[in-house]
């Protein structure tokens, strides 16, 4: 059985840009994928979480992914939560941060270069986790746009 937690993202620099992209010119994106890392965690006290810096563009000590997000429900309508699955051997070692990619699917512009790209829509920190290649690890992450 697989162990779970919940982290509250926050929408990256880049993903608010998108979404106002979306919202003035039409250009659509999915989010797909999540990658894990170890850097959302304050070094000096591995019990307190950072709080996400918005500028970020890569996950900060990313050290896994990307995979694809197992499943995505409508909690409210301003918020979504994202359930991500971890198998045995997959992100081994610490584990403190998780980052939400998107993937452009649609312009308005013919062959517009854009679609198929991803970036880092959002970025979670959670204290520090030591995860064992003997486990599973099911994350919730909820994002509010």
């Known amino acids: 059985m ?14 608010r840009s998108a979404l106002a ?4 010119s039409g250009v659509a ?3 797909t994928h999540f990658v ?9 006290d591995p019990n307190v979480a950072l709080t996400p810096e918005p500028s970020l563009i890569t996950l900060t000590g990313q050290t896994f ?10 909690v409210t309508a301003f ?12 992100a081994v070692g610490n ?9 452009y699917t649609y312009s308005p ?4 270069p854009i679609v198929g790209t991803s970036f880092l829509f959002a970025v979670g920190n959670s204290p520090l986790v030591v995860k064992t290649d003997a486990e599973q690890r099911s994350i919730k992450i909820q994002v509010e746009i």
Do not use: M
Not at 3 to 10: G, K, L, P, V
Not at 65 to 74: D, R, V
Not at 79 to 90: A, G, M, P
């Open 2 to 15: 697989a162990s779970s937690f919940s982290i509250i993202a926050s929408v990256t620099d880049k993903g």
């Open 21 to 24: 992209d979306l919202l003035q």
């Open 29 to 31: 994106f999915t989010i």
């Open 36 to 44: 894990t890392g170890g850097g959302g965690h304050d070094a000096g």
């Open 65 to 74: 992914g990307p995979k694809a997000i197992t499943s995505k429900q409508l």
């Open 79 to 90: 918020c979504v939560e994202y359930t991500c699955e971890l198998d045995f051997l997959e």
């Open 95 to 103: 584990l403190s941060n998780i980052g939400l990619i998107a993937t």
């Open 109 to 112: 512009i013919p062959n517009d």
